[in-house]
């Protein structure tokens, strides 16, 4: 199941918008071409809903949002809501700034989203207005596995999208369906930007995948997650977190379908009533 | 010839404006250290005319263009003209939107241009204002070989510049002459940003030989395609495209003039009346 | 001594909050990381005072500043000011525009500074207004050791910061005090961002040790350039800068507050009467 997602996103080739961050907007380009998709980065208002309209999925990251880009994340997401294509929301540091908290809430309420990727104090902050962020690197662990699956289930039912909850253990919920992720390796911590890449590919797998959001955004964790204990094997004693970030995204250019079923670590729940 | 063209800039070592996307930005400053000569990225409309005046060649790319940036491109780019600096267009998704069909002709009318590298759905896109853009890594092919040199020849003579085509063959077309360039390798595609990388060397190759604009476009063509050539034959079996990047922008790094002269697969074609 | 802030780096984890430039923001990120501190990267002036109040110092770096970035600077200096965090300017190509030496003049006047790291012109166009930058990437060195010492020196008691200006013998003043570093080796000039990294990492090292500013400095000072000689080191015949980038990043990763000790070429100098 999850090698078929890859096997359509290499297959399909989506052309992915990204409106995202300038810190790892480069790292986010390569990561999709090693996937198989295409980038095309492009904030400006005026262009934004034109650029959405010729690709097959859109990334809306907060990362290093600004008077300008927030507009044109409204418009690019409108317009893609308005042709069906996935739209992916990494709120990037929601909560640690009113800025961040507000425009999380504004597109929230204005776009429908296929899918919401972040920590949990980032999506803690997106449901309940509370503010716990450290940075953007951080990761908040202060809940049982089963109380934030309950959390991340109730924050997909809310917002009638896949929310993909990354931290030790990987959650992703779509509605009374969940699956838990156990790849990945504690040094991606890091690495900046791997949390991007990951909102990147997922915009990728969905974009490829319109039928399946459950398994299309599982195969994008499990991906990313595997690709980071590929590389951490591959890692020499005197390398470091460069050397890292690049055999990471490199592993995923490598990745075959079935190497990720191999390796894939992911439990689907049976669905849950609620 | 080309290798004299490489000796001049590494002996001359201009500085080059760069007003391009933040996307590929820090692969541009070090592909131009890597070739000898020195980046300063400036995109504020109240600096860049004087940026620009210190400088030895003008960069303009349109990857990221945004509202703040077109004016400041303009500045730039009269302040070039007006000290009779090389600039370079890179018209980076030229087609895909209005904003950047408009910045492109907008440009074109205000500003001579040494040179404007591009693929042939930017390049065309610019000339018949057509929009077949597919994301900024793609490629269109659609057309025989004699039609592309007759159409980026024509180009040339119309903008006054020299028309640098790239796709499978390299069509590299100054009035009434071309060259022909056969180097590279199609893994470049999978790198974001060689393009980017391109037009920055080609506005470094041109400030280092301002008598000779065919040959200084043409080598950085086959600079680039080269290093792409020299980079994948080490490419390790488990690794993609990050290494790959990091490589071919080592290969330029290490690059003698002879190997250049060596290695160009260039053929200089009679000129043509027209 | 040295080995003790590095220590105190790795264990209190500060996170550092830049505005910087595009260029090099990824390095700056990922060069915190492997430092053992955690970047935020934030510009907008509605969401700068914000951010900086939840980090543990601030690094402000002129590099690609706009009318947007300037205004974010401000707030978010002021911001740290009030709570005594440390903050780090680099004044990136001073001189080389009146938008960047007025912009510097205003922040030297509107904040405090705990440290400014820039090259011999950089410094000397704050200090004097003139104007001698060449690009970014250059080094000044147009005076004998000991009268920049003297200068460095000058503007250290000026401004009540630390003043580190860097170059083939790194200088390091605080008030009567100073520290001369011969770390480094003449390739980093060829890396895109080293300069950048170095604030960054300076920004670290002070808010990891409050009561010991010159030292703090220096061992950034040092560290930075005792990786650039390791990673030389390791460096392939067929590399180049790309490569060396990320071994000067990675031997900050593994670098232990002993090899660091070891590797310092430090010369702390007696105070000397003004």
């Not at 459950?214 to 990313?224: F, G, P, Q, R, Y």
Request: net charge neutral.
């Amino acid at each position: 199941m999850l090698q078929d997602t890859l096997a359509a996103l290499r297959k399909q080739a989506p052309l992915i918008h990204c409106i995202t961050n300038y810190v790892t907007a480069n790292d986010c380009a390569n990561l999709l071409l090693a996937c198989g998709a295409s980038p095309v980065m492009a904030d400006d208002p005026a262009e934004a809903a034109e650029i959405a309209a010729q690709s097959q999925g859109l990334l809306l990251n907060l990362g290093t949002l600004n008077q300008c880009t927030i507009p044109a994340m409204l418009a690019a997401g409108r317009q893609a809501n308005a042709l069906g294509l996935p739209v992916v929301l990494d709120p990037v540091g929601a909560g640690a700034s009113r800025l961040r908290s507000e425009t999380a809430a504004m597109l929230l309420s204005e776009l429908r989203f296929a899918a919401i990727r972040g920590n949990s104090s980032e999506i803690k902050a997106l449901a309940t207005g509370s503010s716990a962020t450290r940075g953007v690197d951080a990761a908040l662990s202060d809940q049982a596995p089963e109380d934030a699956l309950g959390f991340a289930q109730e924050a997909s039912r809310r917002w009638g999208a896949v929310v993909a909850l990354t931290g030790p253990i990987d959650i992703v919920a779509h509605g009374t369906q969940a699956c838990l992720i156990q790849n990945g390796h504690p040094m991606m911590g890091r690495v900046t930007g791997t949390g991007c890449q990951l909102s990147a590919l997922t915009a990728a797998f969905l974009a490829a995948n319109p039928g399946a959001p459950l398994e299309a955004v599982s195969a994008a964790v499990c991906a990313m997650g595997l690709c980071g204990e590929i590389a951490h094997r591959r890692l020499g004693r005197l390398e470091g977190n460069i050397a890292y970030r690049g055999r990471i995204i490199d592993a995923l250019y490598r990745l075959t379908p079935e190497r990720l079923a191999a390796g894939a670590k992911a439990r689907f729940l049976p669905p849950q009533s609620t």
